[in-house]
């Protein structure tokens, strides 16, 4: 392998990451589906021809699909080597969980990319798929006891053979959704982008050769590993530990520990989650790509400057015991593990502020509130209205958190209420910041949002909520306080009404008129909040995110002298 020089490696950095981001923005004009189209639940790149490892990742994708998406093509490369048939123009396509990691919604293809006949690397592509069957239309579904009940399970097959489209797989799929031409549309945008991607690709070897490129991907990863060695050698040695719950699994209500102990020596990490729940009947356990995924993306939040490929994962160990919910194992339901990973940041962020709290946010709000509303039409169509919502980030040693941000396992973003409205039968009567839901500190967290939404459709419609920190609130670092719990109320004959498993529920019958509610917690606060600028808290009071209340109980009368 021929060496590189830095100007060359730093021009061929960019020109790999804008394939990546190109294939992004590929996908997003092109599906169906708002979850992609507009929320950006999706991400490509490319990844080593051997190990599967991650080389590139787009910047516009979900960080999840850093760590995972090397388990997906890692799966395919051992089912290319089990069958002996990998050709030019191959595409296999799956959405096993289990093999993959996240869950069935998330429909993945991986392809490929041969140059002068020689495998080189692969591309891969991963988007949300708004339905793959199952029970619970949009598949989040809070009962599910197997992967069975969550949707459509389809192993690693070839979707192409040597460019040549496999019709049947395509007719299978569209046979497992109840929105076939969303599925198809999304389909179509991801082999687009990566048609895209090989295109770029050759131009990128036509102009460097081979040899170049290999040596930059090589590089990269070394000098990630090598960033990361010098991070934690800034830090100091110790062994620091944490504990949260997330609020029940759907199906028996009790809540499950989570627990890290984050342990620093030199210039290596080991996160071991000894002491986290054993796997459980509902849908929030993980499989094990999925957690080595979400130690990345935790990872990658206190260390900003790393670029995003698998050599920042060499000096940290990730410790997982067997048996636990984070390394379930098929066919244990894994449809809410959004869930979990949010609870798996949070926990390691807790640890991490132990050791140094001025690179943590305290806890954000820690649910993406999946919500499904469906129902048919007077024609008899049926329609989907799944998506996710917002929430108070948490407060650093910086600044205030984010208010109504969406979820740090992701840079997608929350669907316009504009967009929603104009495809669904629904209507937004309240979408606005939760006064008084942020974690109080000398840096108080975000707040969160109150949505409302009702059902215009004289059909009526069904809604399905998986949501968590219902019972456990968002924590608070250095001395800042916890936010305020999740609240979720849906409208009945007589009143509103809560679910018994405080976040989970499927089932809720809402005729025309009626309304779900969801108040979303906010972000935990940082720093004790006697250390509040009184000016801030008149601020905040003037802007009516905090109460006069509130911030009388919270911080005391003194800010009182600051209002104007």
């Not at 949009?138 to 019709?167: H, I, S, W």
């Not at 198809?184 to 991801?190: C, S």
């Not at 509902?282 to 698998?310: D, E, M, Q, R, S």
């Amino acid at each position: 392998m021929s060496e590189i020089d830095p100007i060359t490696l730093a021009v061929l950095a960019g020109r790999m990451e804008q394939i990546a981001d190109e294939m992004d923005a590929t996908l997003f004009r092109a599906a169906f589906n708002p979850i992609i189209a507009e929320a950006h639940d999706a991400s490509h790149g490319l990844y080593h021809a051997t190990t599967g490892d991650t080389l590139v990742q787009g910047k516009s994708g979900l960080p999840i699909f850093v760590g995972v998406m090397s388990f997906a093509v890692k799966a395919v490369i051992e089912k290319a080597a089990a069958d002996g048939d990998l050709k030019d123009g191959d595409i296999y396509i799956f959405n096993d969980a289990h093999i993959g990691g996240t869950h069935l919604s998330d429909m993945r293809l991986v392809r490929p990319y041969f140059r002068d006949g020689a495998l080189f690397c692969y591309l891969a592509s991963v988007g949300h798929w708004h339905d793959v069957g199952g029970a619970v239309p949009g598949n989040y579904n809070p009962a599910a006891t197997d992967v069975f009940q969550e949707a459509f399970n389809l192993p690693p097959v070839k979707l192409a053979r040597a460019g040549e489209t496999q019709q049947d797989i395509i007719d299978i799929l569209l046979r497992n959704t109840r929105l076939p031409q969303s599925a198809m549309g999304d389909l179509n945008g991801q082999l687009g982008a990566l048609d895209l991607g090989v295109k770029r690709m050759d131009e990128l070897l036509d102009e460097y050769g081979g040899d170049t490129v290999e040596a930059a991907l090589a590089a990269l990863t070394d000098r990630a590993e090598a960033l990361m060695r010098s991070e934690l050698s800034g830090l100091p040695d110790g062994r620091w530990e944490a504990t949260d719950y997330l609020d029940n699994d759907g199906i028996v209500d009790e809540p499950l520990p989570l627990k890290v102990a984050l342990e620093i020596k030199g210039d290596e990490m080991v996160l071991d989650f000894e002491g986290s729940a054993p796997q459980c009947a509902g849908p929030v356990n993980i499989a094990l790509p999925t957690t080595v995924a979400t130690a990345y993306v935790a990872i990658k939040h206190i260390f900003p400057a790393l670029p995003a490929n698998a050599g920042v994962m060499r000096p940290i160990d990730v410790k997982v015991p067997e048996g636990s919910m984070l390394a379930a194992q098929f066919p244990a339901p894994t449809g809410g593990y959004t869930e979990t990973i949010l609870r798996m940041i949070d926990v390691i962020f807790s640890a991490a502020a132990q050791a140094a709290p001025e690179r943590i946010v305290a806890n954000a709000y820690g649910t993406i509130n999946a919500l499904s509303i469906a129902g048919k039409r007077r024609n008899g169509q049926p329609w989907v209205m799944f998506s996710f919502y917002g929430g108070g980030h948490g407060g650093s040693s910086e600044c205030d958190g984010l208010n109504h941000g969406n979820a740090p396992i992701s840079t997608a973003t929350i669907p316009p209420m504009e967009i929603l409205e104009s495809v669904y039968p629904v209507m937004f009567r309240r979408w606005a910041l939760r006064p008084d839901s942020a974690g109080d500190g000398m840096h108080r967290g975000g707040m969160g949002a109150v949505y409302e939404i009702e059902v215009l459709e004289e059909n009526g419609a069904e809604a399905f909520l998986f949501g968590e920190r219902g019972r456990f609130a968002p924590k608070g670092v250095a001395g800042g306080a916890d936010a305020a719990l999740n609240v979720f109320s849906y409208a009945t004959d007589s009143g509103f009404a809560h679910p018994p498993l405080a976040s989970k529920m499927r089932g809720i019958v809402l005729r025309q008129g009626q309304s779900v509610i969801l108040e979303t917690p906010g972000g935990g606060g940082y720093g004790p909040a006697e250390n509040r600028d009184p000016d801030a808290i008149a601020r905040d009071v003037a802007r009516g995110l905090v109460s006069a209340d509130h911030a009388d109980e919270a911080y005391g009368t003194a800010w009182r002298e600051a209002r104007t």
